[in-house]
């Protein structure tokens, strides 16, 4: 038997990008997503959003883009 990976799950990386969404929420991956850009792209169809910061990305689901706040090490614009 052969495992092979179906798909990847993003989930919200909560209001500092540092702690956990308090919702829980995760992008429901739709069957032909694939990989985590497919993934990121079917969220921002339900208004989800993705940051950079210094050497990552941040998901932010719609509850924790409102509530958004920056982490002591992220820069100000």
């Known amino acids: 038997m ?5 798909g990847v799950e993003v989930s919200c990386d909560g209001p500092t990008g540092r702690d956990d ?3 829980s929420a995760a ?6 997503s ?3 850009r497919q993934v990121r792209a ?3 169809a339900d208004g989800w959003t993705t940051r950079r910061t210094p050497g ?7 509850n924790c883009r409102h509530d958004r706040t920056r982490a002591p090490e992220e820069p100000t614009r």
Request: aromatic fraction near 4%; include cysteine.
């Open 21 to 23: 969404c308090p919702h």
């Open 56 to 62: 990552q990305l941040l998901d932010l689901c719609p």
């Open 34 to 36: 694939r990989t985590a």
């Open 42 to 44: 079917d969220g921002r």
């Open 2 to 6: 052969t495992a092979r990976p179906i």
């Open 27 to 32: 992008i429901p991956a739709a069957f032909a």
